[in-house]
C-alpha cells in the first residue's frame, strides 16, 4: 500500500496550482487550425483569425507568466486573448477604453464570494470582446484584474 501511495504522490501534473501556462501554438498549428491543444490549452480552431503583431501588444501590465496571445476576427470588429482563470474563477474580457490610438482590454477573473470548495486548476480559455471600429493599426494595452461577485443562492 506504501508503495502505491508514492507511485501516485510522484506522479506530477503541467496544469495545476502555480503552474505555468501552456506555451504558444506554433506558427504552423495557428494557420492549419490543428486539433485541440494539451490541458489548458484552447482547441486551435479558437485562434482561428489575424494575429496581433507582439509590438503592438503592450501586456507589461499583466502578471508574470500570464498568456499575451491576442488576435482579431471578424474583420478586425472583435479582439480575442487567452486569459487565465483558476478554481472556481471564471475569466472574461471587458474592453475599458478604445480610441484612435489604442485599446484597453481587461482580462477580468470573477470569483464567487463567499465560495464553497475549489479545484487548484488552472484554465486558460480565449476570451472576445466587441470593439466599436476595427483594431487595424492600434495598440493594444492588457490588464488584468480580479473580483469578488455575490454568489448565487
Known sequence: MLFALTACAEKQSDVGFGAQPPPPPS?????????????????????????????????????????RQVWTRNSGREIVAIGQEGGCGSVRAEVTEQNAERVELAL????EEPSGPCTMDLRYPPVVASLSEPLADRTVILTQREVKVPADG
Open 27 to 67: 506558427e504552423q498549428q495557428s494557420s492549419t487550425g490543428g486539433s485541440s491543444g494539451g490541458a489548458g490549452q484552447p482547441p486551435q480552431r479558437a485562434l482561428k483569425g489575424t494575429e496581433v503583431p507582439a509590438e503592438r501588444v503592450d501586456a507589461s501590465a499583466l502578471p508574470d507568466g500570464y498568456p
Open 108 to 111: 477580468v477573473e470573477e470569483t
